[in-house]
């Protein structure tokens, strides 16, 4: 494919042969994973040991190019290896399935090869950005404010900390932490692990952030926090963020906002929205209660690549400020981008809005997908994912071996699986050592046999549990009876 | 095509009706963006004001979705109204150009779906992304090490400090900047933004961001560098990290990194070379002189997003450490993700080395296009884009008008076109002011006629000139004259 010759007259690149290997290359994808990589007669996953994978795969870089039979053949292992994240039995992560008008999207995305600074190189994506951002915004009860799509939830979540430090303390962006008191911030101890993650990078120190209590269910305790803000205040520290959790990632749980934000106006803080997971229940007029009051928010963080299915990275930080902080408090002006004395309207180029230089585009395949089944298909997509939810958690109340860990807020199902030899056996004192093995067990199982994917952790005093969620438009019922069938299969020996 | 059911026995999403309309949407991807896109008988660029080109496309998000007929009328505007990066002329930006295998690297990437942070949902990835990091890691001339693909060269250079900081003090992971004495970072005023906008938002401040000078070339001067960072202890600060570029973005210009290395060793500093632009000369025996020296430095960030063509975003950051440094700063043991009790090596669980959670995977791509044209392919093209760049300076010298900011050092050619009516006049008062808004009407001119694309900027004294960055594969010698013939046509009457 790479021309021979030495000298200028030539493009290195041909463009017949390039677009015929793509071709091939786009039928073995629809077939290897859109085909089969979808279908419940074929696996969810090829195990393989790490050392034997990687002979199969032979990664090694080397100095000569190879023939293009060979290169559709690694299309094809990889494709064969990775795990078929589409499929109906893939429950392991907040992403699945697949919706085709996305990854239209996505394809476009890529070809194009473009980068979402400014209007000069990316007209088309810097108004439909905004137009995206408007529609999201206007979910939360915004009809006006800022936003940006960020590469994840945990930037979005950054984000917010460093606007909300950067509008007390706008000397921050020049002098440092060092010009100011300590800071705290708020969250739950089920909150996501970016909280902590964002503060130790962003030099708060995890230390700093301070974790309020939580109910039951799993939701911040209101009280609790305007106790620990006061405590906090006595210590000597500058309380100014709480970021409240509306979907937590292994319950599922939705911290109460309307109580939060009046905290959060008693003290002045800036109340962050993390609706990373659960803000797609916005979309559905049945479900929105559960973010009752995120219009009283400062910022919401919200990734489409969750729950909506838009495809990996799909993430937003909604603001609704309306003093241009997202510029100012991130600005650095670079001459060479984003020049004053450009022929068109600069305040198009959002690249400085962001602390990152390139900026892929995230937004296109959203759009699409949303211009394609509306708000209403998103609607439809949110109400079923309950309602699987809602029937699997009836299958396992009418199922011997179940336990729920708690009635479920959202599409989280929280269980373990308790193998005959251990029912009726909770007051052993090696109870729980046993239980927490199970789940484990089962995993590696149903990994090796490639039948499905579901992930399990422990949670606080609670010993390893599943954990699935249910989300992807792909699901049927059958799916949900498969599921359970193949826990007590895999399980009923344990 | 969705399924109007409200029960659960049927997905939402029908497999047959997706795959078609995806299949329709490649066909007009080929055609539109890769056919016509590079073809030079075709537009760079279409130009529309905002307005009109809102009303073009239509973006408003509604509550029903839309046929799958305008759908793929949308696909077909997206891709005509957008700029053509793959385009030979296409030279505003340090990405142009397409490769065959990698996009197709891209489109099995989306269609996979996957998140790159354990080895149980991307098994191909982690293997993949530590061999891609291994072979680059061996071009830097370490045999060990570590590493991670970030979303972007901005964010590869924040884990730098980061890592650069917590070596130093790791209290500042749970304590914060607060703990610690007030820290100095020194950079060359040429370096890429992302340095002061990763010190703000890291909260170090960008006033402790210290510019060290440069030569006429660029280049950081080590001497000064030495001195600076004399005089900041002397100020009571604690200096930690030297970031050099390999490769500036607007001079392309290269820091001399064995004398900086000394100034580090000297001071005990961390040494970072930002290679984000530059870093590809390391493919070429002719041109890696260029980095003399980058092995000994403690970080790499490098964009193969920029000169290898990989499609945004490649990004890695490389890091001679070999004692978990990068897990041990960013992890947060998340036990929902990391579990320890898995059936596999956790060590394969890469994830808790990111600040990220969901992690975009990045390497298959490169990898693919790698395996396809080996080291020497790559090497070919890095030395034929130095070729070009020096086609293109020598033409200058020929023609009247073209001015060279110096000679250059890599594949940025700066110049200002000096119209007829300034020729001669460089002692008028106001010759400057009147060159300074020559590039900006030429660009506006090729904007607007969408002939091809440029940048421009000021630096320093001096004022507006073009900088164009030749690295895309699929230009040749015609498409450098094309582009001076160009400039020359815009501009003779100004
Ligand atoms: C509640 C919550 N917030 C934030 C995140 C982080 O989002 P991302 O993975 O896009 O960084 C997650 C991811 O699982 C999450 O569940
Ligand atoms: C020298 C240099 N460093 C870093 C960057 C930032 O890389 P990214 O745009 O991937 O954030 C750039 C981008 O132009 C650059 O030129």
Chains 1, 2 share one sequence.
């Not at 994973?33 to 790490?50: A, F, H, M, N, Q």
């Not at 019922?477 to 498969?482: I, S, V, Y």
Request: glycine residues 6%.
């Amino acid at each position: 494919m790479e021309a021979t010759t030495g000298d200028l007259t030539d493009p290195l690149i041909n463009h017949a042969d390039g677009q015929l290997f793509l071709h091939e290359a786009f039928k073995i994808i629809v077939e290897e994973v859109l085909c089969k990589g979808t279908d419940v007669k074929e696996k969810v996953c090829e195990w393989r040991e790490p050392e034997e994978l990687a002979r199969l795969l032979d990664l090694e870089l080397r100095e000569k190019g190879e023939p293009q039979e060979n290169l559709l053949q690694r299309v094809r292992d990889v494709a064969k290896y990775s795990i078929k994240t589409s499929h109906p039995r893939f429950f392991n992560q907040q992403f699945a399935g697949v919706d085709y008008h996305s990854l239209a999207g996505r394809f476009l995305s890529e070809a194009l090869n473009t980068n979402l600074f400014t209007y000069e190189v990316a007209p088309v994506f810097v108004l439909m950005e905004a137009e995206v951002l408007r529609g999201l915004r206007e979910l939360v009860g915004w009809t006006e404010g800022d936003g940006l799509f960020c590469p994840g939830g945990s930037t979005s979540n950054m984000y917010a900390m460093n606007l909300a430090r950067y509008r007390l303390y706008p000397e921050v962006k020049s002098r440092g932490l060092w010009s100011l008191p300590q800071l705290t911030i708020f969250t739950s101890p089920e909150s996501h692990y970016s909280v902590k993650k964002g503060a130790a990078f962003m030099g708060f120190g995890m230390d700093n952030v301070i974790l309020v209590k939580v109910d039951d269910g799993g939701r911040m305790i209101p009280e609790d926090l305007d106790e620990k803000i006061e405590l906090s205040k006595s210590q000597g520290a500058v309380p100014f963020l709480v970021s409240c959790t509306s979907g937590t990632t292994v319950q599922g749980a939705f911290d109460p906002l309307h109580h939060i934000a009046d905290v959060c106006d008693k003290h002045k803080l800036w109340l962050h929205v993390d609706a990373a997971w659960g803000g797609s229940v916005l979309f559905s007029k049945k479900h929105r209660h559960l973010m009752k009051g995120v219009h009283r928010a400062n910022s919401v963080a919200w990734n489409p690549h969750k729950m909506l299915v838009a495809g990996l990275q799909c993430s937003v930080l909604l603001l609704k400020d309306t003093t241009d902080l997202l510029k100012k408090c991130h600005s650095a002006n670079a001459t060479y981008l984003f020049q004053q004395d450009k022929f068109y309207d600069v305040n198009l180029d959002v690249g400085d809005k962001s602390v990152q230089c390139s900026r892929k585009v995230d937004c296109l395949k959203l759009w699409l997908m949303w211009k394609a089944v509306g708000s209403a298909g998103l609607e439809q997509r949110v109400d079923k994912a309950f309602l699987h939810a809602r029937y699997v958690v009836d299958q396992m109340k009418k199922r011997e071996g179940f336990q729920l860990l708690r009635e479920p807020e959202f599409v989280n199902v929280c269980f373990w699986f308790i193998p005959p030899s251990l029912r009726g056996k909770e007051k052993n004192p090696d109870y729980l050592n046993r239980l927490a093995k199970v789940a484990p067990v089962i995993k590696e199982r149903m990994m090796k046999q490639g039948t499905m994917m579901v992930g399990y952790q422990p949670l606080g005093d609670r010993v390893n549990f599943f954990r699935i969620t249910i989300l992807s438009p792909l699901v049927s019922q059958k799916d949900m009876d498969f599921f359970l069938d193949e826990i007590e299969r895999l399980g009923n020996d344990l």
